[in-house]
């Protein structure tokens, strides 16, 4: 989530904000009979857990921690991150030592794989009722894909959240003298563009359209899910709605010149930010400086599913079934929708915003220097495809996916057995998975 190069951990007491919260004392009545002002909170400290690699306490609280604090000084935050890429390890560590996590940062594709294994899904139905929190507030696709993922009730708060859309190097198009992507193409608009693009000049080898295939499959657009829930079987290969998926994605990859040689993520990104020898990039946009001259556009729609854009990638506070202060998680993190909040996360493009607020989903990018002038507006024009069902093995699956795209694009295979094959090596995956588990 919160990426930086140092692995640390860390206390940040704010001891101040604590004393000015707490140093009026109770205030009397000021008229006999009337009630007492509320007394002042007692200090609490949540431990926040992010799983991303080395990540600063300081960078947390610049982000996030710091506005919580001033809201709620009686509020302390100790933040601790994964000191490596074995986040399981870790937080095994910790609960075999007694360590507090009373709040989980987490991405929702992250669920069967860092919350259900340690059993720390905690249902917050009840503190939502009782603090009178309105689930309305929130963007109504996004509720679904949290209220799915929690088997209809709510295990996390979303306070970000991410799409996919379509990047595009200014440079090659004005090189070829070809005009500009725009938002509302569809993918047979785009596949036409990419041919008109990929081509080889002066030795160099141009590309006209790349993407990652995770998370094109994870966030399809199609709302497939990847496993039957009641079987624990792969459908990818059964369902004829994800051959239709996987074909349209492939044809860009038979255009004479666009096959795939990379067979990683970095190496495919490295083909636009590295490079700058590819034309078009469907993925996430880059909130860093970046030396390709790019822009961006919605992500190109089917023609059956027109205004439907990919399904949404969240990044979930979950407050955890060991944490002895749910009263003051639950105000932590439901700040982390406050419209107060969110506004500090979408001007600083930390993400984009998860609440129902035009005002707020409008100065997206504003503080961000490296977005400037970019048309980051097409990121929140589409409506996000609807979440298919949450299931223990989907993350199994889609890994097979992704590595059977990159077999598929390379040549030599034909969707239906490239499917089959995919499918056939989850079915061997999750049955070592479960061996394990007994």
């Known amino acids: 989530m919160f990426r930086q190069s140092l692995k640390t951990a860390g206390v940040l007491s704010l001891t101040a904000a604590v004393l000015f919260g707490c140093s009026g004392g109770s205030k009397p009545a000021e008229v006999q009979g009337e009630s007492q002002a509320e007394k002042p909170k007692e200090p609490v400290t949540l431990t926040f857990y992010d799983p991303s690699a080395g990540v600063l306490p300081e ?10 604090v001033k809201k709620y000084p009686h509020i302390t935050i100790k933040f601790v991150s994964s000191p490596d890429t074995n986040p399981e390890a870790h937080i095994t560590s910790m609960i075999a030592a007694g360590d507090p996590i009373d709040v989980m940062l987490n991405a929702d594709l992250n669920h069967y794989r860092l919350i259900a294994p340690f059993k720390f899904e905690y249902d917050m139905t009840e503190l939502i009722k009782k603090n009178k929190y309105d689930l309305s507030q929130l963007d109504p696709s996004i509720l679904q894909a949290v209220q799915t993922l929690s088997g209809g009730g709510m295990y996390a708060l979303p306070f970000r959240m991410n ?74 290969h059964t369902d004829e709605r ?40 469907a993925y996430t946009i880059p909130t860093t400086p970046q030396e390709v001259n790019w822009d961006v ?15 949404s990638m969240l990044t979930l506070a979950y407050i955890t079934s060991i944490s002895k202060h749910k009263e003051a998680a639950f105000d932590a993190i439901s700040y982390m929708t406050s ?7 979408a001007k600083q493009a930390l993400g984009l915003p998860v609440i129902n607020n035009k005002q707020v989903k409008d100065v997206y990018g504003q503080d961000n220097p490296n977005l400037k002038g970019k048309n980051v507006k097409s990121l929140l024009i589409s409506k996000p495809a609807a979440p298919f069902v949450a299931a223990q093995h989907n993350r199994t699956i889609a890994l097979q996916f992704e590595k059977m795209m990159y077999t598929l694009t390379k040549g030599g295979v034909d969707v239906n057995t490239a499917l089959r094959t995919a499918a056939e090596e989850a079915e061997k995956e999750i049955a070592k998975i479960k061996s394990g588990s007994k």
Do not use: C
């Open 59 to 68: 960078t947390f609280m610049e982000q996030y921690g710091n506005l919580i």
């Open 163 to 236: 799409t996919l859309g379509l990047m595009y190097n200014k440079d090659i198009f004005d090189q070829f003298g070809k005009p500009y992507p725009k938002d509302g193409m569809t993918w047979d608009e785009t596949y036409e563009l990419a041919k008109q693009l990929t081509r080889t000049v002066d030795g160099t080898e141009y590309r006209g359209f790349i993407t990652q295939f995770y998370n094109m499959g994870w966030l399809n657009q199609q709302s497939l899910g990847f496993i039957d829930p009641k079987t624990d079987k792969p459908i990818i």
């Open 242 to 281: 994800w051959a239709a998926f996987t074909r349209n994605l492939s044809r860009f990859y038979e255009i004479p010149g666009n096959v795939t040689k990379e067979g990683s993520f970095s190496g495919i990104s490295n083909l636009f930010l590295k490079s700058k020898t590819a034309a078009m990039y």
């Open 297 to 311: 556009v919605q992500l190109p729609e089917f023609s059956d599913k027109r205004g439907v854009g990919a399904q």
């Open 339 to 345: 419209d107060e909040m969110q506004t500090h996360i």
